[in-house]
């Protein structure tokens, strides 16, 4: 498909230029009322009267007809990932590694893209449309007489107009043209919530430093490293008479802020099945997660740079801190949304008895989740933003607070949400190489962007790998750093943030850039990756509750002079005093206010809070904080007749480590890689019940091995 | 609130007259796509140029706005179910069941009403609005042309000539007025597919005679009496001029159809947790699942029936056998659809070994189950029923092929989609009773339509359980008739159907009407329920899997000469050879195909299949078969060490009994009752894994009650 076939293309109905903060909500069963309104209304004249009963029916049929394509053309979706799952199953069945499920959905999306682009025949547009001249502007509601009676429309979209004879050209094109927003706020939340809920919070935190830095600075670094290459290229085109529409150099930041979310879903998947180092896995994983968030930021706050300056290629120093601005309010407003929620949630499943009751318990965990979207859109914050962060929250403190069958259900049920939105938007990826009608294929603007990203991704990975050495105890090595520069996948995140906004030439030849890149990244990377593990020399088959062992060649360990006293020169070296105050303040006071585990906060709490905290106080704690209070030392996990002191291990204990936390994660941990049956009987040892308590700063582990 | 109260309220956006098999399915992404596309293109402007900057702005901010509005509103209803879901629990938690949640999600949603209603500021209708005539009739889509750039709108629905200018006038009261097909295809699809998936299916197969009896037939006598009943009362209005417009006989019969759709929820939750009798349960549970069923199709039947005379009052014959017609082709079209994808699923997961990834096996049996309604939609079936009878498909065979994991799950994902979609639903109505705008208050058609549903309850359950009772062993007891006649409650159907088109007048009052008796039974029927059982001496406490005592008081069973020769008597005087035939069949062929249970085909088969008998029987069948071929006699089931012969069941071993289904129904009913920890447990022994084989007719059954 060449740049003049795309131009004949038309314009489809997904391309239109929304304003930076209308991230139009997933307002589900509201937007889906107005949906089926806009659908079904065509029969509206139905019921007007017995005269215009030929009227009626011709409109009647047309909605029929409208009902019938949409009903297939969602059909073929569920049977594109009906057949993505038996596939999968397949590949899963016999070990094949070199293609994803995520690349396999491409695949067939874009085989049913090709049968739908070249396959059905061109309806040409009925004659349904009618001009009618408007003196001043585009009102978003009409009402049109039509002999006598009155009828309301709703504003659709602008059209070019040379266009206005190619609209609705194909139907069944059209149909399977998906609007953008339904990325952002019905694929992407799910998805994105799930990475914060599943997130291992113990290697998450004990790498919590290095994934910020990777997150916020190699996001910032990566989009403005981009951004000037693409300018370049840009520039370029230009000379060489490749360029045909204006491209701005905020065009080109925005281009890197989209493209600087990596989705490293495809490796992640392998480190997960092979059981590669973990530390590795938490670095990549909770980058990914945070980068997502950041981009989303960024990118707004981008766009809210553009209207300062008239003239956007000059840099404007104030537009450029309100920017910064911009972002820094967006990204701690959502954050606070979204941990607010997660804490309110914490408290109410702390303090009813809700988990006598898991259906209650998982629908009000459910909603509570859903609301702190929602909450973050009225606001005007990014909901996809708080959803995160609403997870990690959940994830922290609620989980602890519900019961068995609880945590097993919204486990379970946000895999499946998050399962089925991924392929989806996978599926739906390849499909819109072939369906979307605004493609720009621009030949050197595409090889430039490959450059580009990879420049991009070498330049914040490597140097801020070395300084973050400078500080890190457990050195990154430089396989690691390879191979964190090898993932830089681009996937779900950067395609929902490229459809987004596609009504522009520069946006579209963005979005067309940034499909490909995603095809060429998740089919190349999700092949090499297992090859690269083992070129790489990463370990693979680590129990993820295992600490590497102290000479493993990736991290260098400097060995202090006894358990206990190089503990306490980690814990100085590695934790930075904000996360050790964070790690106290959080064991100490959130974790007994939020859950049920924790010091009593009778013992934490100043005297004159007594009242207070012994409100806040949950029974439980007292009773799980009794035996041990003689003893005075040791965090012990009850887990039936299990029990073993696991001294070697060093870097979870940091300061005022969060006990209970890091004991349920472990759990966590060991549960996942476990088959469903042994989980089961888990469960049914009482395992699950999470007999934990914590005082001091030394652990006794479980041997995680035994099942 | 009296009527002309209602006639200020103005036209609300939720009204509009939508033809009979437009139902617009719940195609999510698609449509909300287009609800998104609808709110969010009032900005489409900001992308055309510079020079209309603030033009751009102000459509902006009225989308902003807009968005921000959805956003509070859906907020609202979760704060709603939030709150519902807190004090359900509080409600359970004190044994109080004088009122059920979707009581009280009524008496939340009145409350949120009338705050709303009363407390918001109406906000006058914004210049957004403007007047062009057209000459011919409404396009479904329009081209508008502004100052040179064209707009494209969809038509929303017609508008009263003299309720122009109240257009928009309360955006709050707007907001939260969802569109009906919501209700119809977003919200009914998971509380059917959950009923029919939920079925306790021993029971039900006992009394499917009845059930289909009382669905069926009494759905249409009940839809005959009220429609006739309630054309008197209309005829009664008229004389003494409370009528203010047209109200055909067909309105009425569409009145009885609507209304004859019961749903007794509330009396169900309470039989489940007094553990009232099973038999009863499942005639009730039964009846109205396929009531349901039965009230749609008829429903649309009657629409189809409406159009074929101008004299609306007059009977056609010719029209009355095309309604028929349609009732039947409807009904078994769809039936058709849903056991055939039901089917189709259980193939899938019997031949592939999906079941050793649970997570792509629920995706699949979730994508499958909604491609049902789809598809039924896509033929211009109804997907409701469609979906109905996949669930009970799914249950029956598809269950059966599932991992342990999997099948709780699919169990827990449907119940939290039931349960949030069911007490979603209720507080809509209580919302409805105040911010619907179009309310007819009618106080005879009120007190008429009270007495009709009453006589139409009464003239179906009483003669048809004489009727029945003729040709049933176990007779319907008086007391089970009272309390069958008691338990017509009203609820989500009724209102589904009610709310699809408010359109007229007539619409108007019968959806009015509809919401108060679903408000006055549910409050009224719920809060009784218990008094009611005890008043009517039904036993409460009842093992689901035991049969009652042969000398029970509601059932006068006969005694035959011995156990065997009894159960031959039973089997031919209480199966018609219809469902004897079925079940043999099930047994000897579908089962075997479709699950890893019942005999090898090629013992049931004739020899000439023998190769194709070969390819479909499971390996596990084989297995399974072995040790009890030698035997040749008895159905056992292996669970642990408990294996117990409980002789005295004497209805499930119908002719050809269906062993290994009748087996698991057992074993899910008890798992109903455990709670989660024994359930755990239970599986934890391997029970789950059912190990269950059969062949003759005779049942060894497990002892229950262990647990």
């Not at 061109?122 to 049109?144: I, N, P, W, Y």
């Not at 009155?150 to 107009?161: A, C, D, H, N, R």
């Not at 100490?588 to 007594?610: D, E, F, M, Q, V």
């Amino acid at each position: 498909m060449d740049p003049g076939d795309a131009a004949r293309l038309g314009p489809g109905l997904a391309a239109r230029a929304l304003p930076p903060r209308l991230l139009l909500l997933p307002l589900l069963p509201l937007l889906l009322g107005r949906g089926l309104r806009a659908a079904a209304s065509a029969s509206t004249g139905a019921a007007a009267d017995d005269s215009s009963a030929m009227e009626e029916l011709a409109t009647e049929k047309e909605a029929e007809e409208s009902h019938r394509q949409d009903s297939v053309s969602l059909l073929t979706f569920i049977l594109l990932l009906t057949l993505t799952i038996l596939t999968i199953w397949l590949f899963k069945h016999r070990r094949v590694r070199f293609l994803h499920e995520t690349g396999l959905a491409m695949i067939y999306g874009l085989i049913v893209g090709v049968i739908l682009r070249y396959g059905t025949p061109a309806t040409s547009g009925h004659d349904k449309s009618l001009s009618c001249t408007q003196e001043d502007r585009a009102f978003s509601t009409l009402l049109v007489n039509v002999s006598g009676k009155f009828f309301e429309y709703t504003l659709k979209g602008e059209i070019s107009p040379g266009k206005i004879n190619s609209v609705e050209q194909n139907d069944m094109l059209r149909k399977v043209t998906f609007d953008p927003e339904v990325f952002f706020n019905i694929l992407l939340p799910p998805i994105i919530f799930h990475a914060g809920y599943s997130l291992k919070k113990r290697h998450f935190f004990r790498n919590l430093g290095s994934i910020l830095a990777y997150a916020f600075l190699g996001t910032a670094v990566s989009c403005f490293i981009i951004g000037n290459l693409m300018y370049g290229v840009v520039k370029l085109m230009k000379i060489v008479g490749q360029l045909s529409d204006k491209f701005y150099y905020t065009d080109c930041l925005f281009f890197g802020a989209i493209i600087s979310a990596t989705d490293p879903v495809t490796v992640l998947a392998i480190f997960n099945e092979l059981h590669a180092d973990v530390d590795l896995y938490a670095l990549l994983f909770g980058e990914s997660v945070l980068n997502d968030a950041v981009a989303i930021v960024l990118s707004s706050s981008i766009v809210a740079y553009q209207p300062a300056g008239l003239n956007t290629h000059a840099f404007d120093a104030a537009a450029f801190f309100k920017s910064v601005g911009i972002f820094l309010g967006i990204f701690s407003g959502s954050f606070t949304m979204g941990a607010v929620t997660g804490v309110v949630t914490a408290l109410v499943t702390k303090f009813t008895k809700l988990h006598c009751f898991p259906l209650l318990e998982t629908a009000l965990f459910f909603l509570m989740s859903w609301s702190t979207f929602l909450l973050a859109e009225a606001c005007g914050f990014t909901g996809v933003v708080a959803v995160l962060f609403c997870g990690i929250t959940q994830a922290h403190y609620t989980y602890n607070n519900l019961s068995v069958e609880s945590r097993s259900r919204t486990k379970q049920l946000f895999e499946v949400l998050h399962f089925l939105a991924e392929n989806f938007i996978f599926s739906y990826m390849g499909l819109a190489l072939f369906t979307f009608q605004k493609h720009v294929f621009s030949p050197v603007f595409i090889i430039g962007a490959f450059v580009a990203i990879f420049l991009g991704r070498a330049a914040h990975i490597y140097p801020l790998s070395f300084f973050l050495n400078l500080g890190r105890r457990h050195k990154i090595g430089w396989n690691f750093q390879h191979m964190m520069m090898f993932s830089g996948l681009r996937g779900a995140m950067a395609f929902a943030l490229a459809i987004r906004d596609t009504a522009s030439y520069a946006r579209q030849m963005m979005f067309t850039t940034t499909l490909l890149i995603v095809f060429f990244t998740v089919w190349v990377i999700g092949g090499g990756t297992t090859p690269m593990l083992s070129w790489l020399n990463i370990r693979v088959g680590v129990d993820p509750d295992q600490d590497p062992p102290p000479n493993n060649d990736s991290f260098q360990v400097l060995q202090g002079d006894g358990p206990d006293s190089a503990r306490g020169n980690r814990t100085k070296q590695e934790s930075a005093w904000l996360f050790r105050l964070w790690y106290s303040f959080d064991h100490n006071y959130l974790k007994p206010i939020l859950t049920h585990s924790g010091p009593p906060l009778t013992t934490t709490l100043p005297a004159w809070c007594g009242l207070l905290a012994r409100c806040l106080t949950s029974p439980q704690v007292y009773d799980n904080q009794e035996p041990l209070r003689e003893e005075d030392s040791d965090f012990i996990l009850t887990e039936g007749d299990l029990t073993l002191t696991y001294g070697g291990d060093s870097t979870v204990t940091a300061n005022g480590s969060p006990g209970s936390h890091t004991a349920s994660t472990s759990l966590e941990g060991s549960r996942r890689t476990k088959s469903s049956s042994e989980e089961v009987l888990d469960r049914a040892l009482g395992i699950g019940d999470q007999l934990v308590s914590s005082r001091g700063t030394r652990l006794v582990f479980p041997l995680e091995d035994n099942a």
